[in-house]
DNA sequence: TTTTCAGTTCCAAATAATGAAACTGTGTTT
DNA sequence: AAACACAGTTTCATTATTTGGAACTGAAAA
């Protein structure tokens, strides 16, 4: 997974740093990593002045930089899934009533795309770019049980098989049996297995080819519902992962460059 | 601004890619960039690699990739300004009813950060990460007035000066004559500078040492309110202006490493 | 079949990254 | 006050990587 050359290296930086999830001294860097002090000092000093790290002189600390929000944003706009399947997130969040996911496959790490809470009105980034595991989680199964072969052998072997609950697999062998039952019957179950008392149904985004592109999950929690009745929006969800991957597959992006009011936002 | 060595050129490249707005072919980014072929393409190989850009391999397009996502996660989270300034723009929302907006300087655009709408119940990334123009905005001129001379100057010089209404401020001297106004009553204001209708207060967001950090602003328009109500606000803003900077200031990170449910999403 | 063109690979020359060691400046101990 | 410790910074000869012109490939158009 490492070693691009340099651009390799200042990613692996950039992880480092963000991995801390504070704001970090040079010091406790340094002795995180592999790289010689100047060598480290250069990476940080570099980044820095492209404003992918930032850096707070009263605290001679570093976090990740304002550019890659800007970035990220770029990246979500652009993306082929997520515009697209927002309206259905709104809708399935409006009918069901439930938490409701999008995800992508991040480094065979659960990466969270989009979100629709249950109750509560918003939470803005601290969803959208949070990370979880694979294995033990709806989306996350939904996702690895549609890779191709040697995409999934890979995700497999990378998984941490942490015991989170008493359900959770923890093991490969136990992982490639579930994936087996969940391609054949086409959507993953999460019982419990990330968190106690919380359960989840999801189904793969498909393109028509086959090619995987993401999951949608709707969650519950066992103090207010039992998988009899979570598993009734079994066939609503797939029904709309279908949608969303036609609408995908179809998709170009739409031929105007963005004019000077094409997103208008109000902001001043 | 450019050429940090192979880091620079591989922001710039990554820049680029999200500057096209939408999925974009080899050829295209061939043409708008003044690498050679081999080397874009080595630059595009490996960046894709990395996960900071992804490709289609139907479309064969380039869009900026889910790393970064990711990592303006992290950015975000880490941030001194945006986890602290939240409990403060829901409080302004609230009290105001109006949109509320927190913004920073990057690289000399504004950079909004976090955002509450008037009405509307949400609208996710399409917010944050935006970025817009900083000589016609009232955050943009809060932010400028209170920059080091050297700092001004660079970010005065590399405005765009577009004249978007019958308002805008299309010259350095005008812009410099308003943020010396800023300076000495202590907020800015847009006077449909932007956008036609669209009316604003913004104050910046200081340390106590003076340094700028970022601004917030209270934003109405012309047809439900004049200026006199908008101002109205202005204590009130300056005042949680100050908190904010007061808090970030004071601030340090949490000293607990994120153990295992410190921050439980129930996403599965 | 030939042509065209987007995308890919090659390799010697040019350039940039490397890291041990020396330095600086600030704060602390003797 | 001098000596010390230490985080952070700079230097520079060596080493490794990037560079990019040109040649190649494969698929689609003429």
Redesign the interface.
């Known amino acids: 997974m490492a070693g691009?050359?340099?651009?390799?290296k200042?990613?692996d930086v950039?992880?480092q740093?963000?991995a801390?999830?504070?704001?970090v001294r040079f010091a406790e860097l340094l002795e995180s990593s592999n790289f010689p002090k100047a060598t480290l000092y250069r990476?940080l000093q570099?980044?820095t002045?492209?404003?992918?790290l930032?850096y707070?002189p009263?605290?001679q600390t570093y976090?990740?930089?304002?550019?890659?929000?800007?970035?990220?944003?770029?990246?979500?706009?652009?993306?082929?899934l997520?515009p697209i399947a927002?309206p259905f997130l709104d809708a399935l969040s409006r009918e069901t009533g439930e938490?409701v996911?999008l995800a992508?496959l991040?480094?065979n790490q659960v990466?969270?795309?989009?979100?629709r809470n249950a109750a509560q009105?918003?939470e803005?980034?601290?969803?959208?770019?949070?990370?979880?595991p694979a294995y033990?989680?709806?989306?996350g199964k939904a996702m690895m049980a549609f890779l191709d072969e040697a995409a999934l052998d890979r995700a497999a072997s990378q998984q941490s098989y942490h015991r989170?609950t008493d359900k959770t697999l923890t093991s490969e062998a136990a992982l490639r049996a579930d994936l087996h039952l969940i391609r054949s019957r086409g959507y993953a179950v999460?019982d419990e297995?990330?968190?106690p008392g919380?359960?989840?149904i999801?189904c793969p985004i498909l393109?028509s080819?086959g090619?995987m592109l993401g999951a949608i999950?709707v969650?519950g929690?066992t103090e207010r519902m039992n998988f009899d009745q979570l598993e009734t929006w079994v066939p609503r969800v797939r029904r709309v992962a279908e949608q969303i991957g036609a609408e995908a597959?179809a998709w170009?992006?739409?031929e105007t460059?963005?004019s000077?009011d094409t997103?208008?936002?109000?902001?001043?």
């Open positions: 691009d050359g340099t651009i390799g200042a990613c950039l992880d740093v963000a801390f999830a504070r704001p990476f570099t980044l002045n492209q404003g992918m930032s707070d009263d605290r976090t990740p930089g304002l550019r890659l929000v800007r970035l990220a944003h770029a990246a979500w706009t652009q993306s082929s997520a927002r938490t996911h992508q991040d480094s990466l969270y795309v989009d979100k009105p918003i803005m980034y601290s969803q959208a770019g949070k990370v979880g033990c989680t709806g989306v989170f999460d297995e990330h968190e919380i359960i989840c999801a393109t080819g090619r999950s969650t929690s597959q170009r992006f739409p460059r963005p000077a997103d208008r936002m109000q902001a001043t």
